[in-house]
């Protein structure tokens, strides 16, 4: 029979690393987090730096390789249509088929940004 005085070290030792061992088990894997609901709402309007900055993304991407280029009419002459004219060319005009993978909101945001109309 192992000594008292061996018995009781152990003991305390275990003791000792008892809190080591609880604060293993609490790291654990997380409790998977319930996913937030996605709100239904529609995209806030643009605002103003949205479409100066995306709008001229747009228009680098998907227009100035004609409409900046000599193959189109330049950029000034798109600015003197109106927003709702140029929304009106992507949308069913000739430039329709270029914008058909466009969304409302790009094409909005496009035609904001070209006619000047940032607002
Ligand atoms: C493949 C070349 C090409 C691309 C790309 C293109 N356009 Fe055009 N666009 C033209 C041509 C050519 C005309 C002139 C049509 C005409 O003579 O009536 C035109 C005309 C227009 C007009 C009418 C301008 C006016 O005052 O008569 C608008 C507005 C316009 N484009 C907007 C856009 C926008 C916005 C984009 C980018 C999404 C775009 N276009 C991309 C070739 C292009």
């Given at each position: ?84 004219q140029i929304l009106e060319a992507l949308d069913t ?27």
């Amino acid at each position: 029979m192992p000594s008292l005085a061996i018995r009781s070290m152990v003991r305390s030792a275990l003791v000792a690393m008892t809190p080591l061992f609880l604060a293993a088990c609490a790291v654990g894997p997380a409790a998977p987090v319930a996913a937030a609901p996605v709100a239904a709402s529609p995209a806030p309007e643009p605002d103003a730096a949205e479409i100066a900055l995306l709008g001229e993304r747009l228009f680098q991407e998907r227009c100035s390789t004609c409409h900046d280029a000599g193959r189109a009419p330049p950029r000034t002459q798109i600015a003197a249509n109106s927003r709702q004219q140029i929304l009106e060319a992507l949308d069913t005009g000739f430039m329709a088929p270029i914008a058909m993978f466009m969304s409302t909101r790009e094409k909005t945001i496009l035609a904001r940004h070209l006619s000047g109309v940032a607002n």
